[in-house]
């Protein structure tokens, strides 16, 4: 269940632009106005309020937003502005893109992506990938990621795995002796394994992994953390986790990003962007009952000025 | 170019339905006439006429004409009528479906499915495929194939290619070198030569193998020619055939499927009714060039009563 808070009754695409146009006119941006409009108006109105701004005023919204904050990705609040505006498929485009740039972590943040979304959605993401950079996904996933990470990388950027509910119990069952046989023998980057990862439907795998407990006693991810140094392995078990339960990954990165000193902002931004319209209740339930706390309160204690305001919007905090 | 012949005046869905009732009226069937509409008729069109002839008569046209003809998917006639009713991306989704469960030569296929559609195309294929065998492609083309083979045809299927003018010349120019550097090495299964051959968009490949030609005095696929017997190294220049000259590669299958004793009338039903709508005036170029014979001719020779009047409406002979 998403997060994000509509009002019952949204303006119009045209007064929206309108207010965005106030927000942005003479010295300084009323940042409350901007964040009263855009963090309240799901992706297709948001699509609309741009499509209005460019016909209205010929000018691309985007790029208005980007004068009137810093501009700055690496300024929080207007990352995180920025990153909310697209739509969903842009947004993730953008993040595998840098993912594919950036020289570290950059293989969890295309995995998250090609494992959390719809078929569907996930092939929007292809489309925008297409448009806006010239190149596909998997020919930038593959060129930039080495050894086991790209064996699994590219099949699941490059998967459409079927979403209906038919489960094959038969398969299901050989389906598990086989990861279970593979995991034994320690072979962890087999192409079996792999295939089974990369290509069977959520629902499926779902019932190969609870005859693989069922059968063999312990849930694959135990049996995964043999050594919990090695990145390979971690890597896996996120995978897991990342096509079974999305909203427990989703909670464990937020967690990481909020506890110690400091926190990591880029993944919180993303976090948030990426989940308040679709699944950001069921995130903050898990993220309750992990830590004792809410997630509002962790981000208010975490986080300050418009950049807590936006996020704090997002995740449904306030009224709309 | 398409070599279908659609008449200036199409009647409409509706006197098409009626048409084609009439001609399984009774006894027998009016075959002359059920070639008469069909192999007239665009996608589009007999996507119309189906819909149609549901909603006039209740029934699916698709049915019908099993129930008409033999239904035998062995009958030459039959599969030919059948296959060409169905949309594009349906009938590319059966052909795939077909060769994973073969025996032989189901290697071909899949690659010749994957390699010479437009991305988009293939996106379409994938969710015919969902919609039909409630799986998805890489999922048993995965399942059903393996080692090297496999190898190239998951990502192979699972390419979305950018379709796309530009071409980087810098990096045709390094990966005409490591294609260079991995086939003198005999490495032909090397995991940078699949990369490059499955994931770079047609115009950049096609720039990176004229660096080859270029800079290393002979073609690719002169230089994948070591071992004719090598049935790995005849799959790879296939791929690049149908990735650079899709028209060349379909004259060569139309050659073998009629040449000599015999015909290889699932080869020269496929080629013909994928490529009707598409290029089948180029491959008819390429064939009266190669073979001094027009394919009119060639098939005429080679295939006889109702069957080669579709092959032959289809490719274009005759009025429409």
């Given at each position: 269940m998403?997060?994000?808070k509509i009002?019952?009754?949204v303006?119009?695409?045209?007064?929206?632009?309108e207010?965005?146009?106030k927000?942005?006119?003479g010295?300084?941006?009323n940042e409350?106005?901007?964040?009263?409009?855009?963090?309240h108006?799901?992706?297709e109105q948001r699509?609309?309020?741009?499509?209005?701004?460019a016909?209205t005023f010929?000018?691309?919204?985007?790029?208005?937003?980007e004068?009137?904050?810093?501009g700055?990705?690496?300024?929080?609040?207007?990352r995180?502005?920025?990153?909310?505006?697209?739509?969903?498929?842009e947004?993730d485009?953008?993040?595998v893109?840098e993912?594919t740039k950036m020289?570290?972590a950059s293989?969890w943040?295309?995995m998250e992506?090609?494992?959390?979304?719809?078929s569907h959605?996930l092939?929007?993401v292809?489309?925008?990938?297409?448009s806006?950079?010239?190149?596909s996904?998997?020919?930038?996933v593959?060129?930039?990621t080495?050894?086991?990470?790209?064996?699994?990388?590219v099949?699941?950027?490059?998967s459409?795995?079927?979403e209906?509910?038919?489960?094959?119990?038969?398969?299901?069952?050989?389906?598990?002796?086989?990861?279970?046989?593979?995991?034994?023998?320690?072979?962890?980057n087999?192409?079996?394994?792999?295939?089974?990862?990369?290509?069977?439907?959520?629902?499926?795998?779902?019932?190969?992994?609870?005859?693989?407990?069922?059968?063999?006693?312990?849930?694959?991810?135990?049996?995964l953390k043999t050594?919990?140094t090695?990145?390979?392995?971690t890597?896996?078990?996120?995978i897991?986790k990342?096509?079974?339960?999305?909203?427990?990954?989703?909670?464990k990165?937020?967690?990481?990003?909020?506890?110690g000193?400091?926190?990591d902002?880029?993944?919180l931004t993303?976090?948030?962007?990426?989940r308040a319209?679709v699944?950001?209740?069921?995130?903050?339930?898990?993220?309750h009952?992990?830590?004792?706390?809410t997630?509002?309160?962790?981000?208010?204690?975490?986080t300050?000025?418009d950049?807590?305001k936006?996020?704090?919007?997002?995740?449904?905090?306030?009224d709309?």
């Amino acid at each position: 269940m998403a997060s994000l808070k509509i009002s019952a009754s949204v303006p119009s695409p045209t007064e929206d632009s309108e207010q965005l146009r106030k927000a942005f006119a003479g010295w300084g941006t009323n940042e409350a106005l901007v964040i009263k409009v855009l963090a309240h108006r799901n992706a297709e109105q948001r699509k609309l309020i741009r499509e209005t701004y460019a016909a209205t005023f010929g000018k691309d919204l985007l790029k208005d937003l980007e004068k009137e904050v810093s501009g700055d990705f690496e300024v929080t609040f207007d990352r995180a502005l920025l990153l909310w505006t697209l739509c969903p498929a842009e947004r993730d485009a953008l993040f595998v893109n840098e993912a594919t740039k950036m020289l570290t972590a950059s293989n969890w943040i295309i995995m998250e992506i090609a494992c959390t979304r719809s078929s569907h959605d996930l092939f929007m993401v292809r489309q925008a990938y297409h448009s806006r950079y010239k190149r596909s996904i998997e020919e930038d996933v593959a060129y930039h990621t080495t050894g086991d990470f790209r064996k699994l990388l590219v099949p699941l950027v490059s998967s459409f795995r079927y979403e209906g509910d038919e489960v094959n119990m038969t398969l299901a069952n050989s389906e598990a002796k086989i990861l279970h046989e593979k995991i034994s023998d320690k072979v962890y980057n087999d192409e079996e394994l792999i295939r089974i990862l990369s290509t069977r439907s959520k629902s499926q795998l779902n019932a190969t992994l609870n005859h693989y407990n069922n059968q063999f006693g312990n849930s694959i991810n135990k049996d995964l953390k043999t050594d919990p140094t090695n990145e390979y392995l971690t890597f896996l078990r996120r995978i897991i986790k990342c096509l079974t339960c999305p909203e427990k990954y989703f909670e464990k990165v937020l967690r990481y990003a909020i506890k110690g000193l400091g926190t990591d902002e880029r993944a919180l931004t993303r976090v948030v962007t990426t989940r308040a319209e679709v699944d950001m209740e069921r995130i903050k339930e898990e993220y309750h009952r992990r830590n004792s706390v809410t997630v509002d309160r962790a981000i208010a204690g975490d986080t300050s000025g418009d950049y807590e305001k936006v996020l704090l919007a997002l995740i449904g905090h306030g009224d709309a």
